[in-house]
């Protein structure tokens, strides 16, 4: 009787290419175990860590997404600093984290100012904060308005300036 011996290919890229194929197939369960064998048997590096963090935001695992961005951002290069801050800013946006959520839009496009990379993603886009905007109700409490305008051109702050000058001839 012949004896036949199966192998296993378990290359870097032969893991990775499974994991991705399974991420692209919906099989996140699949894809993460691929992945997490991947980084057992060869270490992690920027891109498991941000394969990471996309899977954890498709399931909707926002924390576990925003702790692989941090990881991402310990090794990856300076130019690829954009993508965490944009995944980052995504997870605290489905956290409902206004604070950190505006901390890191800011972060982003300041990053993307200095590598000067002006997407059509980025045109126009205004941030406001829950109940803010230019069609939200005033809001009853006195806490500071947020408001980020992308590209700085599109800013207009006639209404907080004429706020301010009434309330210096007020004496306020």
């Known amino acids: 009787m012949e004896r036949k011996t199966i192998s296993f290919d378990l290359s870097e890229d032969r893991l990775a290419r499974l994991a991705d194929k399974k991420f692209e ?21 920027p891109d498991e860590y ?23 951002l310990d090794v990856c290069d300076e130019d690829e600093r954009v993508e965490a801050y944009e995944g980052l800013y995504n997870c605290y946006f489905h956290l409902g984290n206004e604070a950190l959520e505006g901390y890191y839009y800011g972060l982003l496009r300041l990053e993307r100012e200095r590598l000067g990379d ?3 993603d980025t045109e126009g886009m205004e941030y406001y904060p829950d109940g803010e905007g230019p069609d939200a109700e005033p809001a009853n409490d006195s806490r500071p308005r947020l408001r980020l305008v992308w590209p700085p051109e599109k ?3 006639t209404e907080e300036i ?11």
């Open 155 to 157: 800013v207009d702050c």
């Open 25 to 45: 197939e919906g099989d996140y369960l699949a894809g993460l175990r691929y992945l997490h064998k991947q980084i057992e048997l060869y270490g992690a590096g």
């Open 50 to 72: 941000a394969a990471l963090a996309d899977a954890y935001d498709d399931l909707e695992l926002y924390e576990l997404s925003a702790d692989q961005w941090f990881l991402f």
């Open 118 to 120: 002006f997407g059509d």
């Open 162 to 172: 004429g706020e301010g000058l009434a309330a210096l001839r007020r004496g306020a």
